[in-house]
């Protein structure tokens, strides 16, 4: 008899075919982040300089430098990998979004720059808030929900 592909097990039924939401936020934001960090470095800012008085340049309506295209690129690469599994994702969701509340929240300090390194402006801080509560909502609402049979239990 075969099983049903409706309902809740759908995703986890079909092996290799489905991704979970949380596999789907960390290939996306991370594919995104990686284009928009190389991207930066063609019509942004290249500038590896560093200090209080840092300047980039803007992309889009975004501040950046050679340093802030350099973490666009690390923290893309970082979810695409994490994006592997769905327990790997939601970690990956969680600890990302974690970083990013950090980085928000020193955005919003600073005002101008995160430590010495990268320029920021205020679209910069209310993407990365932005980003943050996604990732952290994702991740958290997807805990104990990667298919696996619960501890303890059998089939």
């Known amino acids: ?43 942004g800012g290249t500038s590896f300089a560093v200090g209080d008085a840092i300047d980039g340049e803007t992309f889009i309506v975004f501040e950046v430098n050679g340093w802030h295209n350099v973490v666009h690129i690390a923290t893309g690469v970082f979810l695409v990998a994490m994006a592997a599994a769905p327990a790997t994702a939601i970690t990956g969701a969680i600890a990302f979004g974690v970083l990013y509340v950090v980085l928000t929240i020193w955005g919003f300090i600073a005002m ?44």
Do not use: Y
């Open 1 to 43: 008899m075969e099983a049903s592909s409706s309902g809740a097990g759908a995703t986890a039924g079909r092996e290799g075919t489905g991704r979970t939401l949380a596999q789907t936020f960390c290939l996306v934001v991370g594919i995104v982040l990686i284009a928009v960090g190389v991207l930066g470095f063609f019509f």
């Open 112 to 155: 101008d720059n995160v430590i010495w390194l990268a320029p920021i402006n205020l679209p910069d801080n209310l993407l990365h808030l932005a980003l943050a509560i996604l990732g952290l909502a994702i991740g958290l609402s997807a805990r104990g929900k990667t298919g696996a049979p619960a501890r303890g239990r059998t089939a």
